[in-house]
């Protein structure tokens, strides 16, 4: 059973950068989609950005095209989130997940990371 391991939360002004990696442990990597989640406090789970097994097809939310990267080295079995130009609104839990399509419905995800904290101030 693949465990997930996310780091590289922090506290970041807005227009910075942060970059949130996930590690992931169990040989089924390779073959899963991984995707990025999100939470804020008071509002429900939602999704960020997917990337299929390959590596070669990407999803994103609409609200963070053009700002975040989501990729993946399946030698190392992880998966990155590059987040650029991070707004307030930014601010979160992300949650790193492993599922079986790339979809944006965070039922479709049956592996989950115990998360990050993402700050961005104003």
């Known amino acids: 059973q693949a465990q997930l391991v996310e780091s590289g939360g922090g506290l970041v002004q807005a227009g910075g950068s942060l970059r949130l990696s996930c590690a992931a442990s169990g040989r089924i990597f390779s073959t899963k989609t991984m995707g990025w989640f999100r939470q804020a406090p008071g509002k429900e789970r939602e999704f960020v950005a997917a990337v299929s097994w390959g590596g070669g097809v990407t999803l994103y939310a609409d609200f963070v095209k053009g700002r975040f990267t989501i990729s993946r080295d399946n030698a190392k079995n992880t998966v990155t989130l590059q987040m650029n130009s991070l707004k307030p609104e930014d601010t979160a839990v992300y949650y790193c997940?492993?599922?079986?399509?790339?979809?944006?419905?965070?039922?479709?995800?049956?592996?989950w990371g115990q998360g990050t904290q993402v700050t961005v101030s104003s």
């Open positions: 997940a492993a599922g079986s399509r790339l979809l944006k419905g965070a039922h479709e995800y049956d592996r």
